[in-house]
């Protein structure tokens, strides 16, 4: 079972935006700002999309959003294209014990 | 361009232990901004955090793994290393090492990753 709980899968039209969410607690996405988001294509390393909640590494197009609210975070991305269907993993930085914590998962299915 | 890389065995016995190395070329391993680290996935499941290591020796794991688990940086500064003991099959994965944020940005991310490889526990 993970740490922070993403729903299993979301959907979306091309050119429509879509947001999937990651909850944890307030010993994780809760208390600190460090959350990430990674896509993740299918027999591929995961990359690297949103980190410190809403910032966006080099070459990470626009699209692609983060943002937290209290102990949820949140991924949206707009303009939904084809190459954007994917695995999305949320993490979050947990405190000197328990470190990093991954989400589940959500599958991105672009119709 | 940075780019690491695992290696290791693709099979191993149940009771024994599991040993990885990845290779760091393009950049230096004793930057004061990161850590080394590794994760894995089971097949078909999600990403589980194992734990990294800092150049000056020290490391940081996923208390589940705790017990069971070394991470260390080579004196050539240009390899890391995991040791995972008395594996199981539910240790069967695939394993990558990336480069993980730590002092300096993305904190606490990984934004260098290996390809990844797959490591069995089977008799």
């Known amino acids: 079972q993970s740490a922070l709980t993403q729903p299993p899968s979301a959907s979306g039209s091309p050119g429509q935006s879509v947001t999937i969410s990651c909850t944890g607690s307030s010993s994780d996405i809760g208390g600190y700002n460090y959350v990430s988001w990674y896509q993740q294509h299918p027999g591929n390393a995961p990359k690297l999309m949103i980190f410190e909640v809403s910032a966006r590494p080099s070459g990470v197009s626009d699209r692609f959003s983060g943002s937290k609210s209290g102990n949820t975070a949140s991924l949206t991305v707009s303009g939904l294209q084809a190459e954007d269907e994917a695995d999305y993993y949320c993490s979050s930085y947990a405190g000197r014990d328990n470190y990093v914590v991954f989400g589940g998962g959500t599958k991105l299915t672009v119709l | 361009q940075l780019q690491v890389q695992e290696s290791g065995p693709g099979l191993v016995k149940p009771s024994e232990t599991l040993s990885l190395t990845c290779t760091v070329s393009g950049g230096s391993i004793s930057s004061n901004s990161y850590f080394w680290g590794w994760i894995r996935q089971p097949p078909g499941k999600g990403l589980e955090w194992i734990g990294n290591a800092y150049y000056l020796g020290t490391t940081q794991y996923n208390p589940s793994l705790r017990s069971r688990v070394s991470i260390s940086i080579d004196t050539s500064r240009i390899k890391f290393s995991l040791t995972l003991s008395s594996v199981t099959a539910a240790d069967t994965a695939v394993y990558y090492c990336?480069?993980?944020?730590?002092?300096?940005?993305?904190?606490?991310?990984?934004?260098?990753w290996g390809q990844g490889t797959t490591v069995t526990v089977s008799s």
């Open positions: 990336a480069r993980q944020g730590g002092y300096g940005s993305p904190k606490y991310a990984m934004d260098v």
